[in-house]
Each structure stands twice: as C-alpha cells, then as structure tokens.
C-alpha cells in the first residue's frame, strides 16, 4: 500500500497533485468531472494520509475528500499569494493553474511534517514500506513509539496467521507441542495486555483525528460567522446613514416650506395700490420709491414714505429669519454627525 500526501484545488476543473511521503511528484492531473472523478483519480494512485487545500477555510469538496478517505486535512492559516505559488509551483511540470494550485498545496503540507517524515526516514530495521507505514500512523496522530509498537503487533499478527496456514503435519505437530508442555498463565496475561494496549493506540489515534476534523469544521463555521457579523454591521451602519440622510432631507424640505411662506407675504405686501383705491395721486409714478413730484399733496408724500418704511421694515425682518433658518439648519445637520 503506498502512502500519498494529496493537493486538491477544486472548482469547474479539478487540480490533483499526489507527492509521495519523500515529498517527490508521484502525478499531477486535471479533470473536468468534478469532484468525485478526482477521489476515484486519487484511489487509483495510492492511500491519501494528507488531503491539503491552498486556501483558508478549507472548501467543502476538500473536506469531503479527507472525509472519503479518513485522511487528515491541511489548510493553510491564509490564502497563499500567488507569488508564492509561482515559486514553490516553479520547474514542477505542472499543466495549469488548477494543478499548480493543487501542487502548492501537497508542497506546504509535506514542509508541515517534514522533520517527523524525515526522523523516521533514517530508522534503520525497516523496510521502506515498513516506514511509509510509520509516516501514516504518525502523521495520523500517533506517537513515534505508538506506531513502532502497533507496526511490530500487525506484524506479530501477520506471522501467527501464516503459521496457522501451513500444512497439516505442522498444525498436528503444533498441537501435540502445545498438549506436552504447559502454556504459562503470566504469557496469556502478557498478549491479552499487549492486544489491549494495541486496540487504544489505534483508537487514540482515531479519536485525534476525529478531534483534528472537528477543529477544522470549527475554524470553518467561525469565519462564516465573523463573515456574516461583518455584513451585519455594514448594513446597520448603512441604514443609519440612510436615516441621517432622510432626516436633512427633511429639515431642508421644512426650510424651503418657511422660506415659500415668507415670499407669499412678501408678494401680498408688494400691493400698495390698495391704499390709495387703486391710484396713486397725479404726476406720481405710483412707484414706492419715486420721489414726489412738485405740487403733488403733502399725505400722499407722507403715505408712500410710510410705506417705504415698512417695505424696509419687512426686508431685515426677512433677513433675520433666514439667518435664523440657515443658523438651525447648521445646528441640526451638526447633531446627526
């Protein structure tokens, strides 16, 4: 069984890089059929130990796959900037960006384990296949010792079963060796610990995985929360300045109404021909403000110099409140800021 360290890049086209646990290229393909094409690819290829994706958080098609394959999930703790990809992704052979992406990818997730990978690469008394072995259990949440000891149990296993598979003189002299001598109690209490310690190395290290997958989904499901408080907050703050807007609106809309109000009176005041019945007193020009012209009556003087008077009168009266007008309008535009 060989061992792969897997890089998923997902989407329309799928990018799968397989290194193997050397970190060397083992394939790099592409395939446009989705998904569940790319986890028949990678069983045909070998036993995924890592699935690793370039992006944070981890997309759901990557997460199903370590999911198919009970494999651990690598994901970066941010997206990998392009540069970076172009430089691990240099001389790799890759035939797109999907494949490049899926390559960074496998790359960042054996740099992530190299030391372990490489301390167990260098035991001597195993074989290569033994170690890759080694490398899964360890990469899978064992220790270094676990895994030696639950690596030398399947072997033990494996040997007692080919034992018991040979032919029937060995079986019959198996048993009358076993009828002569005494099988020691302390050796039964021995294999029973040793197959009991076995059984909660392997569920330990089911668990820490199990542990790990949650971890992920965790970190996934938080940044879609902070995602979705973000926009909360955006759109609050965009209503509130939706309101802030509506309510000068409305403060202009009261200005104008008062400053349509004044020019009213003012045009209904402007009518001074009502006092004199229509007429003004002959050779006047009818005008406010024309002087008086020679032998005209002296009241008439005096009427259009009263009136005159409250035109002024009406003209700073008018000023002052649109100050006034304006001064508010300042004030309330102030307090919504």
Known sequence: MRYLIVGIDPGNTVGIAALGMDGRVVALRSTANGIDEAIRIIEGLGTPS??????????????RAASSFNARLFAPRENVREDVKREIAQ???????????????????????????????????????????????????QSLRSAIFALESQKEDAGGQSGTQGGAQGRQAQAQGAQKQEIKPGLKAHEKLREEIFALSRENAHLKKLVQTLENE?????????????????????????????????????????????????????????????????????????????????????????????????QAKESLDMERLVEEYRRKRQATQ
């Open 50 to 63: 890592i699935v690793a994706t370039d992006v944070y958080p981890a997309p759901a098609a990557v997460l």
């Open 91 to 141: 001389g790799a052979g890759v035939s797109n960006a999907h494949e490049r992406d899926a390559y960074c990818a496998a790359v960042l997730a054996y740099r992530a384990h190299a030391n372990r990978l490489r301390q167990i690469s260098a035991l001597g008394d195993f074989s290569q296949e033994e170690k890759e072995e080694l490398m899964h259990l360890a990469i899978n949440g």
């Open 218 to 314: 965790k970190e996934t499901l938080a940044l879609q929360v902070q995602k979705l408080a973000r926009g909360s907050r955006e759109s609050i703050m965009r209503d509130a300045h939706v309101r802030k807007l509506q309510y000068r609106i409305n403060v202009l809309e009261e200005i104008m109404a008062r400053m349509r109000s004044h020019k009213g009176k003012k045009g209904s005041g402007n009518q001074i021909g009502a006092r004199w019945g229509g007429k003004f007193p002959a050779g006047n020009s009818g005008a406010p403000g024309a002087a008086p012209i020679a032998g005209a009556p002296t009241g008439a003087s005096k009427g259009i110099k009263e009136l005159q008077g409250n035109r002024e009168s009406r």
